[in-house]
């Protein structure tokens, strides 16, 4: 290997981290964070069903959510959804002290997984007229 092959290699190397955008700036790869917000007006649907599949999120407003090895707490938030949360999980997790806006028509608020266990929609969660759980 000559010089000039050995310093394209190393470029390239250097370069397959970082992908290019329409500005032509090169920019790192990441991966997008997922906000919930617990406000009342921003889209909460992904973050909480990212919640309950065991994901990260990142808490951005007044809302408590924890998803420690799928023990999850989610309190004291005004969330916005639009679909049906599925909440499969197979250890303890707790809805409380939470308002939630169904923003959609057809289909529960929430539907609890074949073998799920120990979900508890506990002490004033309250759904918009309409959705059931």
């Known amino acids: ?33 997922i906000w919930l917000w617990g406000d009342g007006y921003h889209d ?18 007044l809302a408590t959510a924890h998803n420690v090895g799928g023990h999850i707490h989610l309190s004291r938030g005004h969330f916005l959804i639009t679909s049906t949360i599925f909440m499969a999980s197979n250890s303890n997790s707790v809805v409380r002290d939470s308002y939630f806006k169904c923003n959609f028509q057809n289909g529960p608020a929430f539907a609890v ?12 969660v309250i759904l918009t007229p309409g959705h059931s759980v």
């Open 44 to 61: 909460d649907t992904e973050a909480l069903q990212a919640l309950f599949d065991g994901l990260p999120v990142k808490n951005v407003g």
């Open 1 to 33: 290997m000559n010089r000039r092959e050995f310093l394209q290699a190393i470029l390239a190397a250097g370069v397959a981290p970082y992908v290019s955008t329409a500005a032509g700036v090169l920019m790192p790869v990441r991966k997008r964070a």
């Open 113 to 124: 997984g074949e073998g799920s266990k120990n979900i508890l929609l506990h002490s004033n």
